[in-house]
């Protein structure tokens, strides 16, 4: 018996074999000529000294012995796969630092936390402010907007729109909204969570007071105090219809007219995509905003 050891090559003509059951088939999931095949097993049979593939009128046939092989094929098969992932994944290394609002940080944070499970060499800075970090001078990589950015070295690119509702406590309803409905004429008459005045700029926020939100007892520039204290009782918020639809403790509000809903930019350097880790980012931020959107 001659003592050659199969190559890699060899292994996965007989695994092609082994899995098409014919020369013809194998050669065609190969890319060559079924005459090549035959030809490297009938190499392969020679090397080992022992006949590996019977071709019979119901296709090929495997020798015991070419079954320890493929075998052997299959694991170095899902080895070198697992290296080829790995290899893939070690290519994005690095920091990425991400800019957005707090209303978005629990969307976002989610994708960027599937996104470390897939790159364990990448670095996650999740900055949240109330001020937008110029991505221009290089304070953040990407950044989630509600406005565009005028500087001619950045994208600013247009996800979509974040539907927006009223939102109130299951306790709050019982007590002062019966069937969950809110009129124009009746908002005077509740209580309201919203952002500080000096936000009251916003298209949101100018809406929230056309429409009858006068008593505002709770007030603040953070998002989530707002979803916190609409949770708590306190009173009526405006919120994110996505995030306030998942909170078992709120409930959407019947209105005579529907919030208009916040523009979404995804912004970044015009040339950040030729950067792996920004690259990969900015795929897995715009795939979890799209799930929010209109």
Known sequence: MSTDTPSWDDLRILLAVHRDKSFLAAGKTLGVAPTTVARRIEALEHALGHPLVHRGNDGARLDPMALRLV????????????????????????????????????????????????????????????????????????????????????????????????????????????????????????????????????????????????????????????????TAGVGIGLLNRSQGATNPSLVELELDETPPPVDLFLVFLRDAKKTPRIRVALREIESEIARHLT
């Open 71 to 230: 075998a052997l094929g299959e694991e170095l098969e899902l080895g070198l796969a697992s290296l080829r992932r790995d290899a893939r994944n070690e290519t994005i290394t690095g920091t990425v630092r991400v800019s957005l609002s707090e209303g978005l940080v629990r969307p976002i944070t989610q994708a960027l936390a599937r996104l470390r499970v897939k790159h364990p060499s990448l670095f996650i800075e999740l900055i949240s402010e109330s001020r937008n970090a110029n991505i221009a001078r290089g304070e953040a990589d990407i950044g989630v907007r509600i406005v565009p950015t005028a500087s001619p070295s950045v994208v600013s690119k247009r996800m979509g729109r974040a539907p927006l509702g009223l939102f109130a406590a299951r306790d709050y309803v019982d007590r002062r909204l019966p069937g969950a409905v809110l009129r124009r004429e009746m908002a005077p008459l509740h209580d309201w969570v919203a952002f500080d005045s000096t936000l009251d700029h916003l298209l949101h926020a100018r809406w929230l007071r056309s429409y009858g939100a006068t008593r505002f007892v709770f007030r603040t520039n953070a998002y989530a105090a707002i979803e916190h204290a609409v």
